[in-house]
């Protein structure tokens, strides 16, 4: 039986309640028993599934930090041959078989910022922001003040542990 269909019979079950049904409480007992029992497979299954997910969250954080560790490499490297290239004044440099080659290339122009004092109003852009200030309307609605557009709602989670 499924979750839903537990949740249908107590929900047949309160009815019949209070339409002054007799209910033995051994049927109570069962109906309420084996919701609660689905819901608590249906809970552990959800636990499974966090702790699933927990361990594939932390794989990923292993090989992120892989990757780190590989991006690191490939650049402390890459620096080094071309401070060695550099140092012995050398510009290409091509391998014996001819399946890759290092050389020097330009790149493109790029502004480098090294007193923005000392830069016209002209050449800066002005961004604004326009955000609402959620903390500040809900201490004002927590003192009883209306503000249109806005409610103060409490909701509800169901907490799994």
Known sequence: MKLYQCADDVVRLLNAMDNDADISPDTIAMVIEDFQGKALDVGGYVLNLSSQREMISNHIKDMQAKLKW???????????????????DIKRINSFDGTFSMSFRKNPPKVEVFDESLIPDEYFCIKTVKEVDKNALKE???????????????????KIK
């Open 70 to 88: 590989f991006d690191n490499k490939i650049e402390n490297i890459t620096k080094y041959i071309e401070i060695q290239m550099r140092r012995s």
């Open 140 to 158: 004002v609605l927590k003192s009883g003040i209306d503000v249109q557009g806005v409610e103060l709602i409490q909701t509800e989670t169901l």
